[in-house]
């Protein structure tokens, strides 16, 4: 078992910072790579960025490439999602989710296995 929490997540301008933290707990050795999705209201959860333990290997959604950046501390089994000029779109609640396998693609969502319980990000002009 993992439990993943996640933090940071708060109100912004359009155009401002905030950086979010996930913090796993648990079973940690079993997981090979973490991502951070996302979901707005009405509409579905999207991927945002992953990023495996071993080498920190990044994948980014196209709509966040340039503006965000996911990194980790292995030894303290953190991950992170810098978030730079946030837009009107990002707004969301964003989960931290954890991978027991490695998969080609690491933007789906039935690849993780575990899920934090997310933070709200509120974005306004």
Known sequence: QVQLVESGGGLVQAGGSLRLSCVA????????AMG?????PGKEREFVAAIRWS???T???DSVKGRFTISRDNAKRMVYL???RLQPEDPAV???AASRA????????????????GTQVTVSS
């Open 102 to 117: 490695p998969v080609r693609t690491t933007s789906a969502i039935y690849a993780y296995d575990y899920w934090g319980q």
């Open 25 to 32: 707990s648990g079973r940690t050795y079993s997981t090979y």
């Open 94 to 96: 964003y989960y931290c």
């Open 82 to 84: 810098q978030m730079l």
């Open 36 to 40: 951070w999705f996302r979901q707005a």
């Open 59 to 61: 994948y980014y959604a």
């Open 55 to 57: 080498g920190g290997t």
